[in-house]
């Protein structure tokens, strides 16, 4: 079964501080990444997602991830946070091995940012 | 315009009570998912539908029972209900679930809480 792990549960940051946060997945098949945002209060949205191809991945509002398929780790960056930046962040993968085409999620990163 | 959208956005209620929460989605996707997210934030997925089938009945108790009358509507209703059903619920919808490049949206979530 997939699994996948965010390391940092929260993490707090100044406004115009870079941003990284972890996240590795155990699956040795061909994977599908992506990484959700849930403001407070609201539903999640998509940042940015992995297929195939260039393994860093552009996202909205600044957002990038960058998929290392040796160390099973898809971790977000943005280099300036702001203020509006606040929320939890999930990871998530998907496979396509036989008979598991669900979405399984990390248990979530709150990011703070500190104007 | 509201992609997938839930109904109610609160639910409070009594233990051992019935509700239903719908859930219903404009993008003309074939797979619709339920999602349980807990105190701690974490999600799990507990039932996936394509094209009114079930494909993804993960261990939840039978209390709860989801219909889907068509593929826009994922209903989810839930009997008997204990302290421990409270959390925020997510209906999340796909292109066919088969596809493995597909992305899910989530609808607005509905917080359940029992007393």
């Known amino acids: 079964a997939q699994s996948v792990s965010q390391h940092n549960h929260h993490v707090i940051l100044s406004e115009a501080a870079s941003l990284e946060l972890g996240c590795n997945y155990s699956?040795?098949?061909?994977?599908?990444l992506f990484w959700y945002v849930q403001y407070p209060g609201q539903h999640l949205q998509l940042l940015l997602k992995?297929?195939?191809?260039?393994?860093l991945v552009k996202g909205i509002k600044g957002f990038e991830a960058e998929f290392i398929k040796s160390k099973f780790s898809f971790n977000l960056r943005k280099p300036s946070v702001q203020w509006s930046d606040t929320a939890e962040y999930f990871c998530?993968?998907?496979?396509?091995?036989?008979?598991?085409?669900?979405?399984?999620f990390g248990k979530g990163t709150k990011l703070s940012v500190i104007p | 315009d509201t992609a997938v959208s839930q109904t109610p956005k609160y639910l409070v209620t009594q233990m051992g009570n019935d509700k239903s929460i719908k859930c219903e989605q404009n993008?003309?996707?074939?797979?619709m998912y339920w999602y349980k997210q807990d105190s701690k934030k974490f999600l799990k997925i507990m039932f996936s539908?394509?094209?009114?089938?079930?494909?993804i009945n993960e261990t939840v108790p039978n209390r709860f029972s989801p219909k889907s009358p068509d593929k826009a509507h994922l209903n989810l209703h839930i009997n008997s209900l204990e302290l421990g059903d409270s959390a925020v619920y997510f209906c999340?919808?796909?292109?066919?679930?088969?596809?493995?490049?597909?992305?899910?949206?989530f609808g607005p979530g509905t917080r359940l809480t029992v007393l």
């Open positions: 999340a919808s796909s292109q066919a679930y088969r596809l493995v490049t597909n992305e899910q949206f």
């Open positions: 539908y394509n094209n009114k089938e079930l494909i």
């Open positions: 699956y040795g098949g061909t994977v599908n």
């Open positions: 998530a993968v998907k496979n396509s091995g036989a008979g598991s085409y669900q979405l399984t």
């Open positions: 993008l003309g996707h074939d797979t």
């Open positions: 992995y297929f195939s191809g260039d393994p």
